[in-house]
């Protein structure tokens, strides 16, 4: 059991960490288009290729709630495995220090972001 739980709490850990790159890169990719759109309206550019950006820009910003959403998932399933493998005595290791400070890195992004 307990190192089918250790397994579980690497793969939740690693999800953590995949889904806040991928978080931090719609970030990024927000601020470029952001900065895109701003430099075509000051170009004066054509209605239809503004519009087109528009949407670009708007459907960038629509995927970081989604990301968020399962960023706050996940780190909710690595609690459990967590407590789970506290609850079982298995409170040191490689696996558990790694989850350990993905949790706190985790909150730190949703308090940063949150305020």
Known sequence: MASSSLRNAKIKTNSCKRIVKELRSYEKEVEIEVAKTAEMKDKGADPYDLKQQENVLAESRM???????RLEAALADLKAIL???EESDQKEGPEIADARNT???VEQLFQTTDA
Not at 63 to 69: A, V, W
């Open 63 to 69: 995927m970081i709630p989604d990301c968020r959403k």
């Open 83 to 85: 407590a789970e493998l």
């Open 103 to 105: 949790i706190a890195e």
